[in-house]
């Protein structure tokens, strides 16, 4: 089942805005990921959050997480065309942990 | 080597082939996952193992069948699927259980005529 449920479906941006996708979940949480797929392809991890931490940045990503209002944002800054893939939030909430459930996903597409 | 590989790429089975799927990685692991994905959806976890012995099984059919042999493969048994099974079909692994980041392959593109 969907923990996550992410807004907006669908980003389209030119080069150089900012993107921000939000993810809200449901249970508490261990920890909450980032991860981007390329059309059809294998994820890359973007970027990790604790649930004891409330922003992390890495590079053009800054992400925020809420867990008061379980929710967390990702924006990207000075998008590039590069940056065109989906975007799913992944929460990890199981006792057994690394039990990851994602969210829908956010497709985003950046024109040069 | 941060790499997860997935062989084969792209698969077409009937409905009453047996074909396996597989996965390898050499980053010392102990951690390995199997995700199923349809088209425009998020990947939905199938199975977990940890060191080499299955910890979860998300309700998954008996028509998939995992197989861990050793801590650097992982494959998954595919027998009597249906059209419906079609679908990417993604390996992860993770260096432990708890709070840890996933390493993906790029999956492998299942077509079950």
């Known amino acids: 089942s969907q923990q996550g449920e992410e807004d907006p479906q669908a980003l389209s941006i030119q080069e150089g805005e900012n993107a921000t996708m939000n993810c809200s979940y449901k249970t508490s949480i261990n920890n909450l990921q980032w991860y981007r797929q390329n059309s059809g392809r294998g994820l890359v991890h973007l970027i990790l959050i604790r649930s004891n931490e409330r922003e992390k940045h890495s590079g053009r990503l800054r992400v925020t997480l809420d867990t008061s209002k379980k929710s967390s944002s990702l924006l990207i800054t000075a998008s590039r065309a590069a940056d065109t893939a989906s975007y799913f939030c992944a929460t990890d909430v199981g006792n057994a942990g690394n039990m990851l459930t994602f969210g829908g996903g956010t497709r985003l597409m950046v024109k040069p | 080597d941060t790499e997860v590989t997935q062989t084969p790429k792209h698969l077409v089975m009937g409905m009453t082939n047996k074909k396996s799927l597989k996965c390898e990685q050499h980053?010392?692991?102990?951690?390995m996952y199997w995700y199923k994905q349809k088209a425009k959806k998020p990947p939905e976890l199938m199975f977990v193992y940890s060191y080499e012995k299955l910890s979860i099984n998300e309700s998954v059919p008996s028509r998939f069948s995992p197989e861990c042999p050793n801590s650097s493969l992982l494959n998954l048994h595919l027998h009597a699927l249906q059209p419906e099974d079609s679908a990417l079909y993604l390996c992860a692994s993770s260096a432990a259980r708890f709070l840890d980041t996933q390493y993906f392959g790029p999956g492998t593109r299942l077509t079950v005529l």
């Open positions: 980053m010392g692991h102990r951690a």
